[in-house]
């Protein structure tokens, strides 16, 4: 499983759009990349996943470089509901790692 | 659809008591499917993975047991439980196939006294 690093935390305001960065520089080729948000006292929950380019859904978009050693997950407009931690994961099969994830705090 | 099922909610321990939580899915049939410890502020800790019945794999050295009796049911246990054991756990599972999403269960809030 390729080894990720995010930033642990960031700041943002309402109604601001949020980019965060991931490095996987040892991606392989099978490897998709997959966020996930988790709330206190909850389990993770799929946001996206993409391969390559750019992928969009009704939550927020993923740009994939052509490298594909790095991604950014990006959520427009935020809200205090989206004060969460979100993880950046690559990888295909087997054990299933998340890193220390970002801590998103959204201010009013 | 695919349900999965995590019990108790929340669990009071003293040390050196046993463990045992319960996890079961429903909907899929050989399901990948995971143990992780969360501590308060701290990151998701791996702690056991399972490809199939039978098959465990751990990822973290400690005094905790998984084992996969049936397909869709996973439990881990302990036989004396310690401070350090205290923590958020959650069960997961995904499908047994590339690149797919993995789901929580709604986790087990333990505290040992």
């Known amino acids: 499983l390729a080894k990720t690093t995010q930033p642990i935390s960031m700041d943002s305001y309402e109604g601001q759009e949020v980019n965060i960065t991931c490095s996987h520089n040892?991606?392989?080729?099978?490897?998709?990349i997959t966020w996930y948000q988790q709330f206190p006292s909850q389990g993770p929950r799929f946001i996206i996943q993409?391969?390559?380019t750019k992928v969009t859904n009704e939550v927020a978009s993923l740009f994939i470089p052509a490298d594909r050693k790095s991604s950014t997950l990006s959520l427009p407009r935020v809200s205090l509901s989206d004060t969460a931690v979100y993880y950046c994961?690559?990888?295909?099969?087997?054990?299933?790692?998340f890193g220390k994830g970002t801590k998103l705090s959204v201010k009013p | 659809s695919q349900t999965i099922h995590q019990w108790p909610a929340t669990l009071v321990q003293p040390v050196g008591s046993p463990l045992s939580l319960e996890c079961t899915v429903e909907g899929t049939s050989n399901p990948n499917l995971y143990w992780y410890r969360q501590a308060a502020g701290r990151g998701l800790q791996l702690l056991f993975y399972?490809?199939?019945?039978?098959?465990i794999s751990s990822e973290v050295p400690q005094n905790l047991s998984a084992s996969r009796p049936q397909d869709r049911q996973f439990i881990l246990s302990s036989k004396k439980l310690l401070l350090s054991d205290s923590g958020f756990y959650l069960c997961?599972?995904?499908?047994?196939?590339?690149?797919?999403?993995?789901?929580f269960g709604q986790g087990t809030r333990l505290t040992v006294v």
């Open positions: 040892n991606i392989a080729t099978n490897d998709y």
């Open positions: 399972s490809v199939g019945i039978g098959q």
């Open positions: 993409g391969y390559k």
């Open positions: 994961l690559v990888g295909s099969q087997g054990n299933l790692i």
């Open positions: 997961a599972w995904r499908e047994n196939t590339r690149n797919t999403e993995a789901f």
